[in-house]
């Protein structure tokens, strides 16, 4: 079961996740200059990352627009990432943040969870409604699939909507009761339903406000690292143990840029993903 399996490299890596956000400008000069095609340029980028750090990490997040903005070539080099990551036996999680519904949000379902796209989780876009997810369902139901719903982002205009009160509740509390809802027949044996949902550690104060409202939730977690969140902010919400993965891609596949490292690059990432690790590990 995917959630089992995902609570399990949690509890083993504290919670690390790698987001392979992989933009040209990270990607040194060594490579760019390569005569091969730009696909196998930004794939020997990902794979050299994913080698030097596979050992200490939970899973690995992949964010498609990197990709997708190269055209073809991008999207050869995504499907490679994540063949990749699967031969290693890694979870993957496909940053999509789809949400659409019925016949569409079908076929989202069949491209990223088969094919040349296959990954473990999605992120998806709930604010259509159930509708957006439930097409999804018939994979959380083998458990071998799950998804990550956006419920409180870490960007700082996500409160002009998701801060809005309604009956004396935020727009974000209503969102984390419905993903509980949706989640509760998805549960398996580790406790925690294939769908889980998106909070952004920028935001600890919700964090507490959310928690109690999602017990059989699995959390991913943006925001650390560049975007301002530490492993401090994580005490509270793993204080109970680990119950989510927590994101860092700029600080991680692009530990190297300030340095000027051109070879051995991948030392850096590694380097980061363990002091990213010790952070975390001192406030659980």
């Not at 079908?106 to 159930?130: C, I, P, Q, R």
Request: proline share 2%; aromatic share 10%.
């Amino acid at each position: 079961m995917i959630a089992e399996k995902l609570l399990r490299e949690s509890n083993k890596h504290k919670g690390v996740c790698v987001g392979l956000d992989t933009d040209l400008k990270y990607i040194p000069d060594y490579i760019m200059s390569k005569d091969v095609s730009l696909s196998e340029k930004v794939f020997e980028f990902n794979k050299l990352i994913i080698d030097a750090v596979c050992d200490e990490v939970a899973c690995f997040k992949v964010q498609i627009a990197y990709y997708e903005s190269l055209g073809l070539e991008g999207l050869s080099a995504y499907s490679r990432t994540l063949k990749y990551l699967a031969s290693k036996e890694k979870i993957s999680i496909a940053d999509i943040k789809r949400g659409d519904i019925a016949a569409t949000a079908e076929k989202y379902a069949e491209a990223h969870f088969s094919g040349e796209f296959e990954a473990d989780y999605v992120t998806l876009n709930a604010y259509m409604g159930e509708d957006a997810i439930s097409p999804f369902y018939s994979y959380f139901q083998t458990g071998a699939k799950g998804a990550f719903v956006l419920v409180k982002t870490s960007n700082p205009s996500g409160v002009d909507i998701q801060n809005i009160e309604v009956n004396h509740e935020y727009v974000y509390q209503l969102m984390a009761k419905n993903v509980a809802k949706w989640g509760a027949q998805f549960v398996d044996d580790s406790g925690f339903s294939s769908i889980g949902a998106v909070i952004g550690l920028t935001y600890p104060d919700e964090i507490k406000r959310i928690k109690p409202l999602m017990p059989n939730t699995f959390f991913l977690i943006p925001g650390y690292g560049a975007q301002g969140g530490t492993g401090k902010d994580l005490a509270q919400l793993f204080s109970e143990g680990i119950c989510g993965v927590v994101n860092s891609s700029r600080g991680i596949i692009a530990a190297h840029v300030k340095k000027g490292l051109e070879v051995g690059f991948e030392e850096e990432s590694r380097k980061a993903v363990l002091a990213m690790k010790e952070d975390i590990g001192k406030w659980l």
